[in-house]
T-cell receptor
Framework: SQQGEEDPQALSIQEGENATMNCSYK?????LQWYRQNSGRGLVHLIL?????REKHSGRLRVTLDTSKKSSSLLITASRAADTASYFC???????????FGTGTRLTIIP | KAGVTQTPRYLIKTRGQQVTLSCSPI?????VSWYQQTPGQGLQFLFE???????NKGNFPGRFSGRQFSNSRSEMNVSTLELGDSALYLC????????????FGSGTRLTVV
């Protein structure tokens, strides 16, 4: 079963705009990770945020985590056509050795 | 360094047949996980291996099995294939458990006809 939902399911924006995706999950976690997938290929790890962190940055990516609300958001600034992909959040709990994925957000950047 | 290698990339099988998929993790990674991705169910965890031991298994029937070799390479096997087994099968490797990000292979696209 999947951990939770991602919102929105699909997002289309103009190149240069910012894109924000949200992820909600159901149980306590040790960390939350974001992945990108291009056209049904493999997943690419983007960023990991630990449960004791509230915000993390990596290049044009900014991730926030609110464990009290069991939610996370991924912000991509100054979007590019190459950012067109599906984005998934995944939660990890040490001890059960697996990632539990959200439903994904399909992001389309319009040139 | 080389990434996670999955073979074959594409596979077409007939119902009732069995199939074996292969995954070579990043050198030094001892944890290998398998996931099934379908349009209806999304990304579902199959199983995880660490040093040849299966540490966790997802909610899949016994037709799905796997193993890991001493060089950390892993295989998964699906017996008595059903149409619903058509999916993208993804392998991921990691240094240790889920403390770090996983590196995924490009996947094997299995089509059952």
């Amino acid at each position: 079963s999947q951990q939770g939902e991602e919102d929105p399911q699909a997002l289309s924006i103009q190149e240069g705009e910012n894109a924000t995706m949200n992820c909600s999950y159901k149980t306590s976690i040790n960390n939350l990770q974001w992945y990108r997938q291009n056209s049904g290929r493999g997943l690419v790890h983007l960023i990991l945020i630990r449960s004791n962190e509230r915000e993390k940055h990596s290049g044009r990516l900014r991730v926030t985590l609110d464990t009290s609300k069991k939610s996370s958001s991924l912000l991509i600034t100054a979007s590019r056509a190459a950012d067109t992909a599906s984005y998934f959040c995944a939660t990890a709990n040490f001890g059960n050795e697996k990632l539990t994925f959200g439903t994904g957000t399909r992001l389309t950047i319009i040139p | 360094k080389a990434g996670v290698t999955q073979t074959p990339r594409y596979l077409i099988k007939t119902r009732g047949q069995q199939v074996t998929l292969s995954c070579s993790p990043i050198s030094g990674h001892r944890s290998v996980s398998w996931y099934q991705q379908t349009p209806g169910q999304g990304l579902q965890f199959l199983f995880e291996y660490f040093s040849e031991t299966q540490r966790n298994k997802g909610n899949f029937p016994g037709r799905f099995s796997g193993r890991q070799f001493s060089n950390s390479r892993s295989e998964m096997n699906v017996s008595t294939l059903e149409l619903g087994d058509s999916a993208l099968y993804l392998c991921a490797s990691s240094l240790e458990q889920a403390r770090y990000g996983y590196t995924f292979g490009s996947g094997t696209r299995l089509t059952v006809v």
